[in-house]
């Protein structure tokens, strides 16, 4: 079983900056794909951002682009996200995702509070 734990969320004012790391329990260096997803009550969960070691691919979020930034330490087994200019609509609970072996895994998430 993978586990994943996220940490560094908190409470920042706006144009702060956070980032948020993802401890895996194994090696993430096969890993398909790697990312963060926000979710707020009673909307659902939507990626932020996403990496795909394979092609080197990077997807983020229209809303975050030029701001929030996805990197790996494979040595670690850790996934970052490091969010800068942070906005008040950044806010939410914010989960770390893997994709290995086909196989999708989560955290329990990270609060971020944005106040403006």
């Known amino acids: 079983q993978v586990q994943l734990v996220e940490s560094g969320g908190g409470l920042v004012q706006s144009g702060g900056s956070l980032r948020l790391s993802c401890a895996v329990s194994r090696s993430i260096k096969n890993a398909n794909a790697m990312g963060w997803h926000r979710q707020t009550p009673g909307e659902k969960r939507d990626v932020v951002a996403r990496f795909y070691p394979a092609s080197r691919r990077t997807y983020y979020a229209d809303p975050v682009k030029g701001r929030f930034t996805i990197s790996r330490d494979n040595a670690n087994h850790t996934v970052y996200l490091q969010m800068n200019s942070l906005k008040p609509e950044d806010s939410g609970l914010y989960y770390c995702?893997?994709?290995?072996?086909?196989?999708?895994?989560w955290g329990q998430g990270t609060q971020v509070t944005v106040s403006s």
């Open positions: 995702n893997l994709t290995l072996f086909d196989h999708n895994y």
